[in-house]
């Protein structure tokens, strides 16, 4: 407590905000690339957060992913915490490989809630939601949506919610 004296708490969210920044936007190199023609090696780097890509889940009920009705979505996203919803269909090829990116991001961020609705069940809301794309993900905090993702991008949800789940803590 000695230490917080004489400091403000702005001040010192400002500094767990640069240190949170810094860390998510330092380049990785993610590998080694040989040119077959001019011999050269080139090295590829990626912005992002520095979060394991496959991470076990800790308990399955605990971490599962919840399926949403428009009865159950309101209650859901008007918590306190970070929520993910998955806009999709069960034809919808690309909401198919997201599925396990969710899985996979459910043990990697513990502090967000996942959850899922199926499009093609409930034709009226998602309309009234204003979903023209598959898959669509959506951020939420305390009823609001503060970013939304179209489409399979699996590093940029992850980016995404790095950023949000900083912001969210300072707040």
Not at 10 to 17: F, M, T, V
Not at 25 to 54: D, W
Not at 82 to 89: A, I, K, N, P
Request: hydrophobic residues 35%; glycine residues 6%.
């Amino acid at each position: 407590m000695e230490a917080l004296r004489g400091r403000s708490f702005s001040a010192l969210h400002q500094r767990k905000y640069a240190r949170a920044l810094d860390a998510v936007s330092r380049p990785r190199v993610l590998g080694v690339v040989q040119s077959h023609n001019s011999g050269t090696v080139a090295t590829a780097t990626i912005v992002g957060a520095a979060l394991p890509l496959s991470t076990a889940a800790t308990t399955p009920a605990e971490r599962a992913v919840c399926e949403l009705d428009p009865k159950t979505f309101y209650d859901f996203i008007s918590g306190d915490n970070l929520c993910v919803v998955d806009y999709y269909t069960d034809w919808c090829g690309p909401c198919q490989v997201m599925h396990k990116e969710l899985d996979k991001m459910t043990a990697a961020f513990k502090g967000v809630k996942f959850a899922k609705l199926n499009c093609g069940n409930c034709q009226d809301f998602s309309t009234r939601q204003r979903i023209k794309a598959l898959p669509t993900f959506r951020l939420y905090y305390k009823g609001t949506c503060l970013d939304e993702i179209t489409g399979a991008k699996p590093m940029q949800l992850r980016q995404l919610l790095t950023h949000y789940l900083c912001m969210t803590t300072i707040s």
